[in-house]
């Protein structure tokens, strides 16, 4: 137990000695984030490098654990050599954008590495069942999925300072409280450093942020929480850990769900990023960002502590963790969707897929005007074909009846455009007007005068 402690406090006296310093090293332009983003509301830019300083402290932490775990140093090797990859990919992308599909391409690379040296799920037995579901020739397939997933989930939801840090604070503690449980004591240093380390960001991290996570740092936690999930179980056989963990991250698991199925049904990319997650519809009910930080803390405790039950009670709890995520998706339903009834979900979804079709022609123009903006030679060429384009997806010029958008980025020229009221939802129209934001840009760049 002591040598936990000694860990936990390792992390927390990296992460706060070295956080200062990648701040000052950003300040000198490496990685900033300059907020040029619709949805983002920061004034000055902010580091987006803060997973630096968790990398630092839990390599540091895993090679004194393969030193002293020498019989399991494939297992150990392979969480290092991941959490490197992931953690590169994602700093890669903080200082220049790489792409959904390059990223994607990059993480299943790391994951396929991580399986062939030996980190991978090989069967299923239900906590307290005596059978046991080999996966056979599916094991690659699932434990790929389990590795890229969590790694997404929780950057999705690394949109609001200090809470990807303090869900994974909690989701660390939780797999520490099962490394000790399952008699796992590297599992439970490691988690344990990668608690402190977590501690010690949320110091700048909290609001008002001094230092973003980025990329980088959320992949780096989802992917130890993942693999971390792997290494707690027995001999392959993950369903009580893997259940502990998918109940632990409901809210994240939630947020992306339904994040997932709103773009797809309405036609966007499902990478498309949107200012209408949990946090974000919290925050527009008038909660302030503490509060709400504070709540889906307490939330996600809760859920950490109802999925160490499952372990503890030998699966008994089970069904208390699924009462209690059906019981939080009818929330989600009922207060940020605004669904009372099954009419007005129908009557949602239909207005929803019906614009479908819109939205996509929206997205078509945006490319064809990304390919006129490299064939026009001067802004008198483009700007018109510009305005023309956006009046064929429905915007129109001022009137009475109209409501008027605004899309900026940074401190940049506001892009205006107006749109009917009796035709669609305001937020309707403002999320196409957004899609139409990365070429405005590129045009103002190209032709700044």
């Not at 947020?255 to 990023?273: E, K, N, S, V």
Request: hydrophobic share 50%.
């Amino acid at each position: 137990m002591i040598y936990s402690f000694l860990f936990l406090a390792f992390g927390f006296c990296i992460s706060v000695l070295c956080t200062p310093w990648v701040i000052r090293l950003s300040h000198a332009g490496i990685g900033l984030d300059h907020g040029n983003l619709p949805r983002k509301k920061q004034v000055t830019p902010i580091p987006r490098l803060g997973g630096l300083p968790l990398m630092l402290a839990m390599s540091l932490a895993l090679i004194v654990i393969l030193s002293f775990q020498q019989e399991s140093a494939p297992h150990w090797f392979a969480t290092l050599l991941g959490s490197a990859m992931m953690y590169g990919l994602g700093m890669w992308d903080d200082l220049h954008p790489l792409g959904a599909r390059l990223k994607l391409v990059g993480q299943i690379l790391t994951a396929c590495t991580v399986y062939a040296l030996g980190l991978s799920i090989e069967r299923f037995s239900y906590p307290g069942a005596a059978g046991v579901v080999e996966l056979g020739s599916w094991s690659l397939p699932v434990t790929v999925f389990w590795l890229i997933a969590v790694p997404n989930i929780v950057n999705l939801i690394d949109g609001f300072d200090g809470l990807a840090g303090g869900l994974g604070l909690c989701m660390a503690i939780t797999l520490a409280i099962v490394g000790l449980h399952n008699e796992q004591f590297a599992v439970a240093c490691y988690a344990f450093t990668m608690a402190g380390a977590l501690l010690g960001f949320l110091v700048f991290n909290f609001p008002p942020a001094k230092i973003y996570l980025g990329d980088g740092g959320a992949y780096l936690i989802g992917f130890t929480i993942a693999a971390l999930s792997l290494t707690s179980s027995n001999k392959g056989s993950v369903a009580a850990v893997l259940l502990v963990t998918l109940v632990a991250l409901g809210v994240p698991i939630l947020d992306t769900t339904f994040a997932l199925l709103r773009r797809g049904l309405r036609g966007y990319p499902l990478f498309h990023a949107d200012d209408e997650h949990f946090h974000h519809r919290l925050e527009g009910l008038g909660f302030s960002k503490r509060r709400i930080l504070l709540g889906l803390y307490g939330l996600c405790v809760t859920l950490c502590l109802v999925g160490l039950s499952i372990i503890w009670s030998q699966g008994r709890t089970l069904p208390i963790g699924i009462c209690l995520i059906f019981i939080l998706v009818l929330f989600i339903l009922r207060y940020f969707h605004l669904v009372n009834t099954w009419d007005d979900f129908r009557r949602k979804f239909d207005r929803v897929v019906g614009r479908r079709r819109e939205v996509q022609y929206a997205l078509l123009q945006v490319q064809v005007l990304e390919l006129e903006l490299d064939r026009c030679a001067n802004p008198e060429e483009f700007w018109p074909i510009f305005q023309h384009t956006i009046r064929r997806v429905g915007f129109i010029d001022p009137a009475a009846e109209v409501a008027c958008f605004e899309v900026r980025s940074g401190n940049s020229q506001a892009l205006v455009v107006h749109a009917p009221l009796h035709l669609g939802h305001p937020g309707e129209w403002q999320r196409m007007a957004d899609c139409f934001r990365p070429v405005y840009l590129q045009a103002l760049q190209k032709w700044p005068a």
